[in-house]
T-cell receptor
Framework: EPEVTQTPSHQVTQMGQEVILRCVPI?????FYWYRQILGQKVEFLVS????????KSEIFDDQFSVERPDGSNFTLKIRSTKLEDSAMYFC????????????FGNGTRLTVT | RKEVEQDPGPFNVPEGATVAFNCTYS??????FFWYRQDCRKEPKLLMS???SGNEDGRFTAQLNRASQYISLLIRDSKLSDSATYLC???????????FGTGTQLKVEL
């Protein structure tokens, strides 16, 4: 069964550094997402991406965040200047074209900002 | 009112018990509904979609009540391996944004 893959599985960075989290969505999916989950809290929507542009973003997704689909397979989340409160699990997800298609999640990247 | 609301639990039940989880959502225009399961420190995994007429998958039954904006999940004959957090997920904002509830934690005990 095709799956969403994320790298790295764990990233440790110092406050103020830039990080790039990488994802390879399922190949025939058209909608791509980033969610995050702070330890012990709910899964929170960050951003959705369709047709090479952001279709929706949450208030968490401020100017420090950006997403890119640099080629036909990768989907990246960049955090320009990390803060301690950015420490969380970041999940990439993708879904098919139908409005009622479910999200398929990657294994996540655990980001630790020190 | 929160977009998607669930009782956080935990629900501690003996093996073999039947347990029901509820979820309410605020956006009456929501079209897609799902139950996901999340194990500790893992990604959410789709358990089942929820259809208007209700649907069943083995020991799991999902129901949707649009009038009350309410979704339920029933687990029959619960197993130790059912211990996890169950997440209610609802489409908002045009159908392609999916919003998660806080999750309900289930612990099945011997």
């Amino acid at each position: 069964e095709p799956e969403v893959t994320q790298t790295p599985s764990h990233q440790v960075t110092q406050m103020g550094q830039e990080v790039i989290l990488r994802c390879v969505p399922i190949s025939n999916h058209l909608y791509f997402y980033w969610y995050r989950q702070i330890l012990g809290q709910k899964v929170e929507f960050l951003v959705s991406f369709y047709n090479n542009e952001i279709s929706e973003k949450s208030e968490i997704f401020d100017d420090q965040f950006s997403v890119e689909r640099p080629d036909g397979s990768n989907f990246t989340l960049k955090i320009r200047s990390t803060k301690l409160e950015d420490s969380a699990m970041y999940f990439c997800a993708s879904k098919g074209e139908l409005y009622n298609s479910p999200l398929h999640f990657g294994n996540g990247t655990r980001l630790t900002v020190t | 009112r929160k977009e998607v609301e669930q009782d956080p639990g935990p629900f501690n039940v003996p093996e073999g018990a039947t347990v029901a989880f509820n979820c309410t959502y605020s956006n009456s225009a929501s079209q897609s509904f799902f139950w996901y399961r999340q194990d500790c420190r893992k990604e959410p995994k789709l358990l089942m979609s929820v259809y208007s007429s209700g649907n069943e998958d083995g020991r799991f039954t999902a129901q949707l009540n649009r009038a009350s904006q309410y979704i339920s999940l029933l687990i029959r004959d619960s197993k130790l391996s059912d211990s996890a957090t169950y997440l209610c997920v609802v489409s908002t904002g045009g159908g392609n944004k999916l919003t998660f509830g806080t999750g309900t934690q289930l612990k099945v005990e011997l």
